[in-house]
């Protein structure tokens, strides 16, 4: 709570089956049937690589299949500008030729205490990521059927750890001097790996005390160090952490009480596997070439290629959490973890860091 993170790995993930898969989109396409066969299938639809990737394969297997069509559904938050997606968005939905497509217009309700989160927090504690009620209204449109995200799409398609060392290892990078001290971190033992992460003090936390955020810092750095080398080692690491099981638990925790299904994907192990086994060691180039190679025949490169990403910061953190913020007196909070008065600060800044915001939800929950 008091870093917003979710560290190291969950010590009940199975490892990762790399082997033995047929083609990324041929798995896939059984896990967007499975969401296709229970309608009302909604697909949360941002307008961004991943969420327009499912929403173009889940209307081509449902086309050829005769299964009723996706319907993208779409939280839109006119006051926040950096969420502002509309015109990627419509490109993908024309594209598709699609009928249909919800939009949910909305202001303070995905505050990260609004009456969204707010009624979550009470009924079934804090979940993690702070933001996971983000898809709640979503999920009591699709009750009774499906909801299909994009959700862990960053994190399977991502360079992994050791990127810029590994490209350089196989030929696809120039050496330069710059990227020396990368490459040796990658190829040195585990212990020197911790060290040189633990040194650089990758991350901050201000409103932590010192020790403390040094603390993460290691738990961050060991975490790290432990990454494999090899892309597809990457993907495993990853997928084994406890950032993916929690992340997926809690989505999976709104969705049975909504009384929907939930399907992502970009977190189905068939999926992820076929992925590590098709791009293997190498991986692919980027992030773009991975989405050319497997979704190039859905969508239009322009799409694929685009590297903007939309921003819902300001949405979770609006009127609601700005009123508590500000009448807030320290209370809550473990005072050996938190510097209140520097928490404080935080939150009365114009733009808080989202990390501090799961603790925000756990005082709320602990003074109102």
């Given at each position: 709570m008091a870093c917003g993170l979710t560290l190291g790995i969950d010590p009940e993930a199975v490892p990762l089956v790399t082997r033995g898969w047929a083609a990324p989109r041929v798995v896939m396409d ?339």
């Amino acid at each position: 709570m008091a870093c917003g993170l979710t560290l190291g790995i969950d010590p009940e993930a199975v490892p990762l089956v790399t082997r033995g898969w047929a083609a990324p989109r041929v798995v896939m396409d059984d896990a967007l049937r499975r969401a296709l066969a229970r309608p009302p299938c909604l697909v949360s639809f941002s307008g961004g690589r991943d969420s327009s990737a499912v929403l173009a394969a889940a209307t081509v297997v449902a086309r050829r299949e005769g299964l009723p069509l996706p319907v993208p559904i779409t939280n839109r938050f006119p006051a926040v500008a950096t969420s502002q997606e509309d015109e990627w968005q419509e490109q993908v939905v024309r594209h598709l030729d699609l009928p249909d497509w919800e939009k949910l217009v909305l202001a303070d309700e995905i505050d990260s205490i609004g009456p969204v989160a707010g009624d979550v927090l009470r009924r079934l504690g804090l979940l993690w990521p702070f933001n996971a009620h983000f898809h709640l209204p979503m999920l009591r449109r699709a009750a009774g059927g499906s909801l299909l995200t994009g959700v862990g799409g960053d994190e399977l398609f991502g360079s992994h750890m050791w990127g810029s060392a590994r490209l350089v290892l196989t030929g696809r990078r120039r050496p330069q001097a710059s990227r020396l001290g990368a490459i040796g971190a990658a190829l040195a033992p585990r212990p020197v790996r911790r060290w040189a992460l633990a040194r650089r003090h990758q991350v901050r936390w201000p409103w932590l005390r010192p020790e403390v955020d040094e603390a993460i810092n290691r738990k961050l750095a060991d975490f790290q160090s432990r990454t494999p080398l090899a892309w597809a080692g990457g993907v495993g690491w990853w997928w084994r952490s406890r950032a993916r099981t929690v992340g997926v638990a809690s989505l999976a925790a709104l969705a049975a009480d909504a009384g929907a299904q939930i399907v992502h994907p970009f977190t189905e192990p068939s999926v992820v596997g076929a992925v590590a086994g098709h791009f293997g060691a190498r991986g692919p180039l980027n992030r773009t070439a991975a989405m050319r190679a497997l979704f190039a025949d859905v969508l239009p490169d322009t799409i694929l290629a685009r590297c903007s990403k939309a921003s819902f910061d300001g949405a979770f953190f609006s009127t609601p959490s700005r009123a508590f913020a500000s009448s807030w007196t320290g209370g809550g909070v473990d005072l050996e973890m938190v510097d209140a008065d520097r928490l404080a600060a935080e939150w009365r800044s114009e733009n808080p860091d989202p990390r501090s915001l799961l603790l925000l939800q756990s005082v709320w929950l602990a003074t109102t």
